[in-house]
């Protein structure tokens, strides 16, 4: 090999993934890996970025998505790689495309990912992994496989606890997909379609990641007054199981439960010493899933984010569809469905004292395909660097960062990923530390963040100059087990 770098980013402030201080550096890449860090000054490059007034960082890996088809559907990722995420995590809330015999999978909340079930195709994750293979995105990615797929892959009525036979083929499938390369089994027993499973059925389908290794990552059963049993039953399935959990998008809904994040996160704290625990957290004071009315009488405002039935009513917020329609806000909710929302219904002192929290990770929970979604689909990564780290003070740009690589990488399992050092795989995000600010917004939520410079996916520039560059050059990517 000749010592001339592919690539040479000049100059820049380092942040290198692992919350230590920036530093001034040069970055030299060949191939899909970085391979100097330091003056190189004199080496030659075939190609040259001055990074004279910008921030290196190592590119963000999104905790918590449900990307699954967008990778396929849409693989320039636009809504992830303008943000400068390189590596995302798929497959949560208990939903995934994979593992999926049945092409009637577009119940609630499972059609998030497509409205009209023709995605659900992928009878294991094998052929799911061999789709992106033979048209990679842009981005890489770590993939879950959703309880609640298995479960409408293998049981004809879901209103009910599986039966043994039914839990050993949800079983049989989760051990063939963790073999195949999947990061971990996710849940999403606060949806009708899981919520049925009892504790002792999520054990018995997670039980070959005792062997094969893998994590449980959780939408708990219960996020309002009952946040403390759920969180016990997410402790008790990884303990039984021996294998780290993860609380998805963990939030304290409902007024009366605004400021239980200190009790919750407390309890966390306690239980991390007898075993591993981590957590997601996007940084909005609203949420967003399918229609419910539940979640809906819960929330201080409604937006509709998508509706099959009514799809000119988009964008509109619930009591202006109810009066469209001329029914009531409860009746409203019915009509609209299939349908999704976004609900206003958290405690901003909450958001900040999650994220601020050593274990959290930086999660966007964005639904690419809603007609008009929630903002955090664009916006997530550059409102913790802009608006929760510069602006508001909430932590250092290196924790900020640290959130959003290192953390995710070693939680996940994601071997050279998540931190900027030779030898590393060659995935950056290059971005200017005083500028950055999500743009999107609950009225515009399709708009690309702002300070965003260049982002490098395995060595290979994916966004540049405010636009996708055309190359994709991600992959899925494998959990190391000597994590
Ligand atoms: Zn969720
Ligand atoms: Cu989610």
């Known amino acids: 090999m000749s010592d001339a770098f592919d690539l040479l980013i000049q100059n820049a402030r380092v942040i290198d993934g692992t919350g230590a201080p920036r530093f001034r550096a040069d970055i030299g890449i060949q191939g899909d890996r970085i391979t100097g860090i330091g003056n190189l000054n004199g080496r030659k490059a075939t190609r040259v970025i001055d990074a004279t007034r910008l921030v290196a960082a190592p590119g963000f890996i999104d905790a918590h998505t449900h990307d699954d088809r ?73 993939c879950l496989i959703g309880h609640t797929t298995l479960r409408a892959a293998t049981m004809d009525s879901l209103d009910r606890p599986a039966t043994a036979a039914e839990t050993g083929r949800m079983r049989d499938m989760a051990e063939k997909a963790l073999a195949a390369g999947a990061i971990g089994i996710s849940s999403g027993t606060a949806y009708a379609p899981a919520s049925a499973a009892p504790t002792e059925e999520l054990i018995e389908v997670c039980r070959p990641m005792s062997q094969l290794g893998g994590l449980y990552v959780t939408h708990m059963r219960n996020e309002d007054a009952g946040i403390v049993d759920a969180m016990e039953e997410t402790f008790r399935i990884g303990r039984e199981l021996g294998v ?14 605004h400021g239980r994040s200190s009790e919750t996160l407390a309890l966390i704290e306690r239980n991390l010493a007898s075993q591993d625990i981590g957590l997601d957290c996007y940084p909005y004071i609203a949420s967003s899933t399918v229609m419910q009315a539940g979640r809906a009488k819960q929330s201080n405002r409604v937006l509709v984010t998508w509706s099959k039935p009514h799809p000119e009513l ?15 806000e409860d009746e409203a909710v019915e009509r609209l469905k299939p349908a999704g929302a976004i609900y206003f219904m958290m405690d901003e002192a ?40 510069r602006d508001l003070g909430l932590f250092p740009l290196e924790t900020a960062v640290h959130k959003m ?79």
């Open 70 to 142: 967008l990778l396929l559907s849409d693989p320039a990722m636009a809504p992830k790689v303008s943000q400068g995420v390189t590596t995302v995590v798929t497959g949560n809330c208990g939903i995934s495309l994979a593992c999926s015999p049945s092409r009637s999978a577009a119940i609630p909340p499972l059609d998030l990912l497509d409205a009209d079930g023709g995605w659900f195709r992928y009878a294991d994750f094998d052929q799911y992994r061999r789709a992106f293979d033979e048209a990679p995105a842009a981005t890489n990615a770590a």
């Open 244 to 257: 780290p959990v993860v609380i998805s998008h963990h939030k304290c809904v409902g007024k009366s439960n």
């Open 314 to 328: 988009s964008g509109k917020t619930l009591s202006d569809a109810a009066r469209a329609l001329g029914v009531s």
């Open 350 to 389: 909450d958001v900040q004292r999650i994220l601020a929290y050593a274990h959290t990770m930086v999660g966007s929970d964005g639904l690419p395909h809603d007609a008009v979604p929630h903002p955090r689909l664009w916006g997530t990564f550059p409102r913790v660097l802009g608006h929760y780290a």
């Open 405 to 483: 690589t290192g953390l995710t990488a070693a939680r996940f399992g994601l071997t050279d990923r998540g931190v900027l050092r030779a030898g590393a795989y060659a995935d950056l995000t290059l971005f200017d530390a005083e500028t950055v600010i999500d743009a999107a917004d609950f009225d515009h939520p399709a708009q690309p963040a702002r300070g965003i410079h260049t982002v490098i996916v395995n060595g290979t520039p994916v966004w540049a100059d405010n636009a996708s560059t055309g190359a994709r050059p991600g992959r899925v990517l494998l959990r190391s087990t000597a994590g």
